[in-house]
């Protein structure tokens, strides 16, 4: 990374913490309500601008080509189904807890098993086809041993003594 990049960096995030700093102050000055009600309202709203603006200096290193997404859903050049279906599996289940926390006000909801259940199936998934290609590629360079060669296994000739 040259100066010029990491200065813009810095600037971003100095700008990222005044405005949380900003958006808190304003909070805690304008609301009407006792101080716990403003110094929640404060914290919330002010974290929420920070996420917001970490999330646009993202989008903006994705919009001028600094972060490479043509391997998430991707693997050799080919689509990938089971990373495909854990993404959208895990952003649909984050999108909806959002929803129930914003719902809900500040207390976080209790996750169904089966919400869990079906977030580790798309995760095995996964696991299993990237352990079925790593071993499709051991397959092909002859590492599994599958390739002929002389073994020394329990199988004989049917001439051995017996006693």
Known sequence: MNEKNGTGYVVAQVVMIVAFLVTAFVIAVFVQGDAKTKLTMSI????????????????????????????????DGKASMSRFQLLIFTFVIALSLFLMVAENGTKFPDIPANVLTLLGISASTYAVSKGIQAGGKDDKNGKNGKNGGGGSGTGGSGNAPTT
């Open 44 to 75: 919330g709203y002010g974290l929420l601008v920070l996420t917001f603006l970490f999330g646009m200096v993202i989008l903006v290193d994705i919009i001028r080509g600094k972060i490479d997404l043509s391997g998430l859903l991707s693997e």
